[in-house]
């Protein structure tokens, strides 16, 4: 695979801080360029329960909306367990603990590259 273009970089920064702001954690990026036909990135990013996790999504939508992007489908926001944000070339997945150990997802898309996005630790 070949380097992350500097604008998506961008973008998948400005993903992960403001989960990471939200106190997501456990924040995996994966690029899967050449190897998913669904999109180039996926967020894997986990809450500590359902309301938290609806809470991330929401926050991750209002910046996503800053930046003029809408996501082309929403899912499981009424659980919280399992949200999926789909913005066509990055899908962020939202997860209680359980369920992301549950369906792996790293497992899945394990030939994916992991994308270092650097994130900005404040005290």
Not at 51 to 71: F, I, S, T, W, Y
Not at 75 to 88: C, K, M, N, T
Not at 100 to 120: M, N, S, T
Request: some cysteine; charged content about 30%; glycine content about 6%.
């Amino acid at each position: 695979m070949s380097k992350i273009p500097s604008k998506d970089l961008k973008i998948l920064e400005r993903i992960c801080q403001s989960l990471f702001d939200k106190k997501g954690f456990n924040i995996l990026t994966l690029d899967v360029r050449g190897i998913s036909t669904l999109s180039d990135y996926f967020v894997i990013v986990e809450g500590n329960v359902a309301k938290h996790v609806q809470a991330l999504a929401r926050e991750l939508l209002d910046v996503m909306k800053e930046g003029g992007r809408r996501p082309l489908h929403v899912e499981g926001q009424r659980e919280g367990d399992w949200i999926v944000l789909d913005f066509a070339d990055i899908i962020v997945h939202l997860f209680i603990p359980d369920m992301r150990e549950k369906y792996a997802l790293e497992q899945l898309w394990h030939e994916g590259k992991i994308v270092d996005v650097p994130i900005r630790v404040t005290a």
